[in-house]
């Protein structure tokens, strides 16, 4: 049983480049998120989804874009690095069809520098 | 808004120290509470969690107890090992169609033998 898969796990990037980090998950949940995860700072919500071809913001959603083409998959984008978003990201999935006090199940983190 | 504040760390302990991680939250409505543990290079794995006031999370030796009057949520166990080394996240979830969780900063601890 994956869980919840994400690639890659590391990456460099110089300023302006773009990217596309891929959460996949396997366990038939609705919703799927993604953090990023800075020292001192806990984890903060970038983009959400309830479910198949819909997204949404979260707190700190601007400099990124976000897919939900399929249920299982999750993309976040990077359409100009900049170092600011030099980061550890994880992608997390939950079923909310459990009711609301369900556990989210993280990836392993993607770890992006931007130079 | 939704907001959780842990203790800041980092947090060094001896092997079989008693250890306390103070988390406290703002919230409406009576939201769901947690504490997830990231163990040094992966991702975060839930610990336990309680739902309504009064409830007791436990799991691996660790205990929590829901406050609502206190709007605390203190992680606690009584023994600890090194391989408890870790770092430790308090988070909530608003519930009412509102699942997003809400994490704390943190807080490393790392236990010598």
């Known amino acids: 049983n994956a869980g919840v898969t994400q690639t890659p796990k590391f990456r460099v990037l110089k300023t302006g480049q773009s990217m596309t980090l891929l959460c996949a998950q396997d366990?038939?949940?609705?919703?799927m998120y993604w953090y990023r995860q800075d020292p001192g700072m806990g984890l903060r919500l970038i983009h959400y989804?309830?479910?198949?071809?819909?997204?949404a913001k979260g707190e700190v959603p601007d400099g990124y874009n976000v897919s939900r083409l399929k249920k299982q998959n999750f993309l976040l984008g990077l359409e100009s690095a900049a170092p600011s978003q030099t980061s550890v990201y994880f992608c997390a999935s939950s079923n909310n069809r459990q009711g609301w006090n369900t556990e989210a199940f993280f990836g392993q983190g993607t770890r992006l520098t931007v130079v | 808004g939704n907001s959780v504040t842990q203790m800041e760390g980092p947090v060094t302990l001896s092997e079989e120290a008693f250890l306390t991680i103070n988390c406290t939250y703002t919230a409406t409505g009576y939201p769901s509470l947690f504490w997830y543990v990231q163990y040094p290079g992966e991702g975060l794995q839930l610990l336990l969690k309680?739902?309504?006031?009064?409830d007791k999370g436990s799991n691996k030796g660790f205990e929590a107890t829901y406050r609502k009057e206190t709007t605390s949520f203190h992680l606690e166990k009584g023994s600890v090992q090194v391989s408890d080394s870790a770092v430790y996240f308090c988070a909530l979830s608003r519930g009412s169609n509102d699942y997003k969780l809400s994490f704390g900063a943190g807080t490393t601890v790392t236990v010598r033998a």
């Open positions: 309680a739902t309504k006031a009064d």
């Open positions: 366990m038939n949940h609705e919703y």
């Open positions: 989804s309830v479910g198949e071809g819909t997204t």
